[in-house]
């Protein structure tokens, strides 16, 4: 085959596979090189929420007034290692300068744009695979324990329905109508509809890979630790096997993906945001949407294996051994929005995010090399950005037209 219809894609998560599956259906030969199989590290562990609505970033006007609570809290939503502070400290830094109104308005439009029509593209990977149902239709309820009611005259609110959402406050009475389980001390709750939720995440990934395999693209385990140029405008790329040659390489490798290209002369600002989630697989509840509570910073949902509960932020080394005193922090806070929740057995799990200072991913060219792209960065977004991604990937690699002002994914930006 012409080598310019060659691709290879470095990593198997949700990214790299609707990447896979965009590139085939544009006619590319794919290869995906992983150390693990599809779906089984970040992509395995998130919250399953897949919305056109989750336009708001973290870096919001104020966040800065929680900090010092946060890091003094050992069981608090967010913590920084102490080992990692001076790596940290420069992009916590960037973080606080996109913590502006216009920012976070700007940065809420490339997140929309990022997440549009992904339920609809979703339902055009799983059809005819037979495992349709991993993604249902669902709410969003933001719960709330105290204070007054919420008049979503607030940024988050006002960004989301800049974009459309519909959202509606729900007393008490009205919460239980729809959740029966959630605990009579919270008085108030946002709905966010027509959104989706995944019921198994990791298996989205897998059976998406299946379909990619099925179409062509060819699957090799191997753990990829160095990538050189060729002369041809090609890439080795070094294994404990030997090497690989990719006449273009697409990086989808998440947050290992600034080591990998650091010897190439790209240095982004992207670190690793260590992420726990629980679950509890015999929670004698059930729960029928995506539950988040915002004091506590976490989400909740009911999944194939149980009910899960994921929420906390660690930034540190992303090789680090995990801390799993933080994923048991989250058991009583999810004891707290159910309480007749059965915590046990339950299993924990920590996977790291790929995160900018801006929240944004890098879906662009990199460098000085014309076959070298990036899809990575994706934050805590990237179920729900994956197929918009792989869209734009598709056009960068084929040259089809793709009607977006796309510099606030560019690599660019960081200049």
């Known amino acids: 085959m012409n080598e310019d219809r060659q691709l290879t894609i470095l990593g198997a998560g949700i990214v790299g596979i609707c990447c896979a599956l965009e590139a085939i259906e544009a006619g590319l030969k794919v290869t995906v090189i992983d150390r693990l199989p599809p779906g089984e590290a970040t992509s395995h562990g ?3 929420v897949i ?25 608090g939503p967010v913590k920084i290692r102490w080992l990692d502070l001076p790596k940290t400290l420069p992009w916590v830094w960037q973080f606080f300068r996109h913590a502006t109104e216009a920012e976070a308005t700007r940065v809420s439009d490339a997140m929309a744009w990022l997440q549009q029509d992904n339920m609809e593209i979703y339902a055009r990977y799983l059809r005819g695979t037979g495992a349709e149902h991993l993604i249902q239709s669902s709410h969003m309820l933001t719960v709330q324990r105290a204070g007054p009611a919420p008049d979503l005259t607030d940024l988050a609110s006002r960004l989301r329905l800049r974009h459309h959402a519909d959202l509606e406050v729900l007393t008490g009475g009205e919460i239980r109508e729809i959740e029966p389980h959630i605990s009579p001390d919270y008085t108030f709750a946002v709905m966010l509809r027509n959104q989706s939720r995944a019921t198994d995440p990791g298996r989205l990934c897998k059976v998406l890979a299946n379909k990619a395999e099925r179409q062509g693209a060819t699957f090799i385990r191997h753990e990829v630790t160095e990538i050189s140029p060729q002369e041809d405008g090609g890439f080795n790329l070094r294994h404990q096997d030997g090497k690989h040659t990719a006449p273009r390489l697409l990086i989808c490798t998440g947050a290992w993906s600034r080591e990998l290209l650091k010897p190439l002369g790209i240095d982004l600002p992207l670190i690793g945001e260590r992420g726990y989630h629980l679950v509890f697989t015999d929670p004698g509840v059930n729960v029928a949407n995506s539950i988040a509570d915002a004091g506590a910073k976490i989400i909740l949902s009911q999944m194939d294996m149980g009910v899960r509960v994921a929420g906390t932020a660690e930034f540190g080394d992303a090789n680090a051994p995990p801390n799993y005193a933080r994923a048991k922090a989250l058991e009583p806070l999810a004891k707290r929005l159910l309480p007749d929740l059965k915590t046990e057995p339950v299993r924990q799990w920590m996977g790291v995010r790929p995160s900018f200072p801006d929240n944004l991913p890098v879906i662009d060219r990199l460098g000085r090399f014309e076959n070298l792209h990036a899809a990575f960065g994706h934050s805590h977004y990237g179920l729900g950005m994956a197929p918009q991604t792989a869209r734009l990937v598709r056009a960068l690699i084929t040259g089809e037209q793709f009607n977006r002002d796309v510099s606030s994914v560019s ?4 200049k």
């Open 51 to 75: 919305s056109p609505w989750s336009v708001v970033p973290q870096a919001m006007p104020g966040v800065w007034k929680s900090v010092p609570k946060w890091f003094l809290d050992p069981k």
């Open 46 to 48: 998130n919250a399953g």
């Open 411 to 414: 690599t660019g930006r960081f």
